[in-house]
């Protein structure tokens, strides 16, 4: 028998004493925000001050997804607050900040052996987890999510206490005033937020937080070419005149610099020489640090650290460097006859079983993050106290992290959250914090750490390497009867949550979970198609790369294969691809919305032999999106002229930001197109530099028309759904202008 959350409560509350006082001990955290002088905190999120600023505490980091202008905007809506008056500051540590949401979405990976029991953000466990862990990690699009609810009904009481204070004043019954760009108004009367802050603080606010009718929203009708914002993001001025301040700009009294390299990828690596002769008389050079499988320099400047590390040329020796060709034998051996997973199972299997009349092989190469911003973090010992200055996702995880390297408790250490110059999910991970806290108590001064280019590509994780074998049943009519995809990957997901919440290294963790299954590592492989029969299958395969998180995460490859297949199954069969995905949609009207949408943007001309078109759709938890893709190959390479996409990702909070994020993740999703990847020999990458990389520049950057549906459902979030569709929707366009397939990604790094 199967655990359930029944189940485990009955248990608990028959003799498990011990989970009964988990699920009932109460919480209670002081008030996080400290107002400053002429400030008044009205809750964990907002302070008011007398000067009428509205200060919002965000507990996500942002990284040009625009989570500042978000998380305020939800706030100055209910509140009735003046956009040119809301000022953004991070949220301090405390489990009122907890992500329940995102702790629901990676349940398998922190509580891997029922994750059933805590996979809503409701569930006890789950909260409070969240909240005893101060779980407030930024990843899968979750900001809104987690924190619009909370935001509002705050605001809400803020704008309810503030109504009380001017009700007293005026002698009306608060309930008859209502808020409007910064001020309480009632009638001819009014008075602004910053004259009644100290009186309304002292009030109690209703037991249930009196919300305006209609959450924020902005129509994608609403603000045609050239209008004017109704809220421009808070972020872009000071990052357009630099004022913006990121880790590398970090400067304190008496810092160091530091550079650092990488031991290769591979068994046993160990630092085997370094001349340290060659910069006795280097000007500026102060030191050296090694460290497990890292040797850093430490100097004046940066330039000079770098310099050092170039003249003592380190030796690193491995055992077993890691080869490209010993990951593809690992990777075809599990497919040829790994011991295979079932994730997905539905209607008949007998129908999926054995050989089915079609079968197809797909591929996707290691793919990097790229990110133009390096690793970077400042850090300050003294006296059992660590100071980390750093752009993370991750900040408890990076706190308690630097922490154990210290041999401190975590109440020692204090992290100063930075924006962050894109991550992309490369910030999940926090070596170079841990770095750089030894570096500084061995220096016994502040040190900056700045990975170089070259060690963020050679140290810097990769997305997993995938190998899909998909195989369909026609039916009758050439549609399809039974659908299974075999796909081979590492547990990547499981891999990542090891280092997250296990405190591994890269390659215990590798080992912790081989032969894993992983349904996270095959998020979106389940068609979004009403297919009677569909069985998906993961076969673990134990690689020696360490892999991670990348912006889409399985996403990414698993709307590759789902919609590559389609379109193949379509042509075989003799039909429009439009119309033979619109007839297996089933009741999904959003998503055929979309399509329909998409094609008459794109002007779509059926992608038949050499009109160059090519269609894919996606769906992403609440979100879906649909693109066509005009493209060709030329002498070049390959030339994608046009990208047509419409999404439906429920309520619009802001539209402005929408855009600017299904854009940004087709330009994204396009650099895995065409390159972004590499090839491993004796454990070093073959590209070190961003432009081996093909990535596209903006001469390359196709015209894209991006449009939203109309919708009322809760808020998606739309970062990710244009890095999955855009790879299928350019490889079924590449098929219909010349007549190859390509199965691989990065396009052209193999043709088959």
């Known amino acids: 028998m199967g655990l359930t959350r029944r189940g485990i409560l009955i248990g608990a509350l028959a003799g498990g004493g011990l989970a009964v006082g988990y699920y009932l001990r109460p919480r209670n955290f002081p008030l996080p925000l400290e107002p400053g002088r002429g400030e008044y905190a009205f809750d964990a999120w907002i302070k008011i001050g007398k000067d009428g600023v509205v200060s919002v505490a965000v507990p996500q980091v942002e990284m040009g997804q625009g989570v500042t202008t978000l998380i305020p905007q939800v706030v100055a809506h209910e509140l009735g607050a003046d956009w040119r008056q809301v000022a953004v500051q991070p949220a301090p540590v405390s489990g009122l900040y907890a992500n329940a949401v995102l702790a629901a979405q990676w349940a398998p990976l922190w509580m891997p052996l029922a994750p059933s029991l805590a996979?809503?953000?409701?569930?006890?466990?789950?909260?409070?987890?969240?909240?005893?862990?101060?779980?407030?990690?930024?990843?899968?699009?979750?900001?809104?999510?987690a924190y619009e609810a909370p935001t509002r009904a705050a605001a809400a009481s803020a704008r309810a206490m503030l109504m009380q204070a001017a009700g007293e004043r005026w002698?009306?019954?608060?309930?008859?005033?209502?808020?409007?760009?910064?001020?309480?108004?009632y009638g001819d009367k009014r008075l602004p937020f910053?004259?009644?802050?100290?009186?309304?603080?002292?009030?109690?606010?209703?037991?249930?937080p009196p919300l305006r009718l209609e959450a924020m929203v902005e129509a994608p009708g609403e603000f045609p070419a050239g209008a004017p914002l109704h809220y421009p993001r808070l972020d872009l001025p000071s990052k357009v005149d630099g004022s913006w301040t990121f880790a590398g700009d970090v400067r304190l009294p008496g810092m160091l610099h530091a550079a650092i390299r990488h031991a290769p990828y591979g068994a046993s690596t160990s630092l085997d020489g370094i001349d340290e002769d060659a910069v006795k008389r280097l000007k500026g050079y102060v030191r050296t640090v090694k460290g497990e499988g890292w040797v850093g320099a430490i100097?004046?400047?940066?330039?000079?650290?770098?310099?050092?590390?170039?003249?003592?040329?380190?030796?690193?020796?491995?055992?077993?460097?890691?080869?490209?060709?010993?990951?593809?034998?690992?990777?075809?051996?599990?497919?040829?006859?790994?011991?295979?997973?079932?994730?997905?199972?539905?209607?008949?299997?007998?129908?999926?079983?054995?050989?089915?009349?079609?079968?197809?092989?797909y591929e996707v190469a290691p793919a990097v993050h790229a990110t133009i911003e390096t690793s970077s973090v400042t850090a300050r010992y003294d006296q059992g106290r660590l100071e980390l200055w750093i752009g993370t996702q991750v900040p408890e995880a990076t706190r308690e992290?630097?922490?154990?390297?210290?041999?401190?408790d975590p109440g020692n250490v204090v992290l100063y959250p930075m924006g962050l110059g894109g991550s992309f999910d490369r910030r999940l991970e926090f070596g170079h914090a841990v770095e750089?806290?030894?570096?500084?108590?061995?220096?016994?001064?502040?040190?900056?750490?700045?990975?170089?280019?070259r060690e963020e590509m050679r140290a810097g994780l990769p997305r997993t390497p995938v190998v899909a074998v998909m195989a369909a049943r026609p039916d009758t009519e050439g549609g399809i009867a039974g659908w299974r995809a075999r796909v081979a990957v590492p547990a990547t997901a499981r891999e990542f949550g090891r280092r997250l919440f296990g405190g591994?290294?890269?390659?215990?963790?590798?080992?912790?979970?081989?032969g894993d299954d992983d349904a996270l590592a095959l998020e979106g492989a389940v068609p979004p198609y009403a297919i009677a029969n569909v069985a998906v299958d993961h076969v673990p395969a134990t690689i020696p790369l360490p892999t991670a998180r990348l912006r889409g995460n399985a996403h990414g490859y698993t709307a590759f294969f789902n919609e590559s297949f389609v379109d193949e199954m379509a042509h075989r069969a003799g039909r429009e691809p439009l119309s033979y995905r619109m007839a297996m949609l089933g009741n999904d009207t959003r998503l055929a919305e979309c399509l329909q949408r998409a094609a008459a943007l794109a002007q779509w001309g059926g992608g038949g032999d050499n009109s160059g078109q090519g269609i894919a759709c996606h769906v992403i938890r609440g979100g879906r999106i649909a693109c066509v893709?005009?493209?060709?190959?030329?002498?070049?390479?390959?030339r994608v002229d046009r990208l047509s996409a419409v999404a439906d990702i429920g309520r619009i909070v802001n539209l402005d930001i929408a855009r600017q994020q299904v854009e940004g993740g087709l330009v994204f999703g396009l650099g895995h197109v065409l390159g972004c990847s590499m090839r491993y020999s004796n454990g070093r990458p073959d590209r070190e530099r961003l432009k081996d990389m093909n990535l596209p520049v903006l001469a390359d950057c196709p015209t894209i028309e991006v449009e939203f549906i109309e919708s009322t459902e809760d808020p998606a979030d739309p970062g990710e759904l244009g890095v999955a569709v855009v790879a299928p929707a350019v490889a079924n366009a590449l098929y219909s202008a010349t007549g190859l397939r390509f199965r691989r990604l990065p396009l052209f790094d193999e043709e088959l």
């Not at 893709?629 to 390959?638: K, N, P, W």
């Open 194 to 208: 910053g004259a009644l802050a100290e009186q309304a603080v002292t009030y109690s606010p209703p037991s249930t």
């Open 401 to 408: 992290a630097a922490a154990r390297a210290l041999g401190l």
């Open 119 to 145: 996979d809503e953000p409701d569930d006890l466990i789950t909260r409070r987890w969240a909240q005893d862990t101060r779980f407030n990690a930024t990843a899968d699009g979750m900001s809104l999510a």
């Open 629 to 638: 893709a005009s493209a060709r190959r030329d002498e070049t390479g390959v």
């Open 436 to 453: 750089a806290a030894l570096m500084a108590k061995e220096a016994g001064h502040p040190v900056q750490l700045t990975w170089s280019r």
């Open 299 to 361: 100097a004046q400047d940066w330039w000079t650290a770098e310099t050092a590390l170039t003249r003592m040329k380190p030796k690193f020796r491995v055992a077993e460097g890691l080869e490209t060709s010993a990951i593809d034998k690992v990777i075809d051996e599990a497919m040829r006859a790994g011991k295979a997973h079932r994730i997905h199972a539905s209607g008949d299997m007998d129908i999926v079983k054995g050989g089915l009349p079609l079968q197809l092989r």
């Open 504 to 514: 591994d290294s890269p390659q215990d963790a590798i080992e912790a979970v081989a």
């Open 171 to 185: 002698g009306v019954a608060w309930e008859e005033c209502d808020t409007r760009d910064g001020f309480v108004v």
